[in-house]
């Protein structure tokens, strides 16, 4: 049982760039999340999902697009890189929305946008 | 609105020392309160929580206790050890909801 996993751990992105942040886990969880963390402010949801086909915004979307296929994956990605989206990105997940204060978080991924 | 505000750290303490990280907040209604861990190279973990007024959590020696009258809930531990270093993020919920607010984090550093 791997939890929560995410990759890459580090990246480094030129402006106008884009990637996607992956994100799996092996707990048949519905809930699923992702934050991003910045100096001097704690965790802000950018997008969420209750289940496999259904996403939603959270505080923080613009500039992130997510999709939902299987339950196990929940992908962040980013279609045009840009310096304001320096941070570490967090991703978690809970049995239910209901749970979503006991979410599982991943590592994380540090990305840098020059 | 909600928000979570943290004393500033970092906090460095002697093993053995006694610990108190303040969390005060701001919502309306009667939000959940929680404290979340997250240690070096690793994601947050819940470390306790409380769901109203006058409730205490408590986990690995660590307590909080949810006090409405002062929108507070310090987190506290009587003896610190090196193992305790770690990130501490002080958030809420509101009832029904799935956004977490949280603080700023407290850097907590135990040295032997």
């Known amino acids: 049982n791997a939890g929560v996993t995410q990759t890459p751990k580090f990246q480094v992105l030129k402006t106008g760039q884009s990637m996607t942040l992956q994100c799996a886990q092996d707990m048949n969880h519905e809930y699923m999340s992702w934050y991003r963390q910045d100096p001097g402010m704690g965790l802000r949801l950018i997008h969420y999902?209750?289940?496999?086909?259904?996403?939603d915004q959270g505080e923080v979307p613009n500039g992130y697009n997510v999709s939902r296929s299987t339950t196990e994956d929940f992908p962040l990605r980013l279609l045009s890189a840009a310096p304001s989206q320096t941070s570490v990105y967090f991703c978690?997940?809970?049995?239910?929305?209901?749970?979503?204060?006991?979410?599982?978080f991943g590592p994380g991924t540090r990305l840098t946008v020059t | 609105g909600n928000s979570v505000t943290q004393m500033e750290g970092p906090v460095t303490l002697s093993e053995e020392a006694f610990l108190t990280i303040n969390c005060t907040y701001t919502a309306t209604g009667y939000p959940s309160l929680f404290w979340y861990v997250q240690y070096p190279g690793e994601g947050l973990q819940l470390l306790l929580k409380a769901t109203k007024a006058d409730d205490k959590g408590s986990n690995k020696g660590f307590e909080a206790t949810y006090r409405k009258e002062t929108t507070s809930f310090h987190l506290e531990k009587g003896s610190v050890q090196v193992s305790d270093s770690a990130v501490y993020f002080c958030?809420?919920?509101?009832?029904?909801?799935?956004?977490?607010?949280f603080g700023t984090g407290t850097r907590l550093t135990v040295i032997p």
């Open positions: 999902s209750v289940g496999a086909g259904i996403t």
């Open positions: 958030a809420l919920l509101q009832p029904g909801a799935n956004n977490l607010f």
């Open positions: 978690a997940s809970s049995y239910s929305i209901s749970d979503a204060y006991e979410q599982y």
